[in-house]
């Protein structure tokens, strides 16, 4: 609404409307147009500065989408760094210990790849420590995964290796686990039946004749055979791997030399032949030519049930609960 205004005009005591000249109405709209802008245009300036254009706003709005990707981002390598030193520190306390393997040290681990140049391109910006160390942390990561890789592909073939050895390891007992031990790895000073000393080098078990004989693992049978040396009927297996098992005092065979056989495996049956002050099962092992004492071979945890299950994997399942197994 336009506003008017009056004087009073002291002749005719009356109060007339205020008319302006045309040229007085350009002065005066000229002086608001000159006022007014300025005004108008430092508030734009000072409102931009406080909320930023349209396009501004949005660009702030992508910058801030953008730092909060990198966050996210930042936290999955958190995540992925922690898995790769589980699996170091299972690969260095359980594998490589295992396996005979020597240990990586950690400055092969963690060594990087490239030169601190590779990083130039992402100077100069507002967010380049954003995104070198991103960068930097990817990079660390793939070269970890790629390490640990490369580690892998040396533990899977020898893991492998060690199962093979394993099977064809003789560390269960040839009789059933209930059988009382013998006389075990010693020097005599008198041989029960030659009076003589003599080292005994293997174990013995209070097995009566017609017990079943077990190979103790995998491997070939070598010897099944007399033997003139005071061991009669008596069983070879070489296992490989430097190992040898020897049964002794055997009533019968039910193997013979040449004979691939498992852990498991019934070989023979107990007797008293050869040399031998009475019934049992006299039994060795060697390692690289040298005697070992069997009882640091044992599984001493298997019960009867778990001994027999284990039997009858290789072997008839009726066959291993006869009365006199």
Known sequence: MIRRRYYLDS???????????????????????????????????????????????????????????????????????EILEDIASSEDNIYRPVLDLPLLSESFRESGFGGTSKYDEMEGYEYSD???????????????????????????????????????????????????????????????????????????????????VYATGNGVVTKASWNPHGFGNRIEIDHGFG???IYGHLSGFNVEEGDTVRRGHLIGFSGNTGISSGPHLHYEIHYNGLVQNPLYFFDDDLSLEEFYE?????TEADSMYEDGV
Request: charged share 25%; glycine share 4%.
């Open 243 to 245: 190992f040898i098992s």
């Open 11 to 81: 002749e005719s005591l009356q109060y007339r409307r205020v008319r302006f000249s045309i040229r007085q109405r350009f002065s005066r709209g000229l002086k608001f147009i000159l006022i007014s802008v300025p005004v108008a245009a430092f508030w734009i300036i000072i409102f931009l500065l406080l909320t930023g254009s349209p396009k501004e706003r949005h660009l702030q709005s992508e910058v801030e989408s953008i730092k909060l990707r990198y966050s996210l981002l930042f936290s999955d390598f958190e995540k992925a760094e």
């Open 310 to 314: 284990m039997i009858s994997a290789v």
């Open 130 to 212: 954003l995104m070198i160390s991103a960068s930097s942390r990817l990079n660390s990561l793939l070269r970890r995964t790629y390490v640990q890789s490369k580690s892998f592909e040396e533990i899977i073939p020898e893991a492998s290796d060690w199962k093979k050895r394993l099977d064809h390891l003789p560390y269960i007992k040839p009789v059933r686990v209930n059988i009382s031990l013998g006389e075990g790895v010693r020097f005599r000073e008198s041989h029960p039946v030659l009076g003589v000393p003599r080292w005994h080098h293997g174990q013995d078990f209070y097995a009566p004749p017609g017990t079943k």
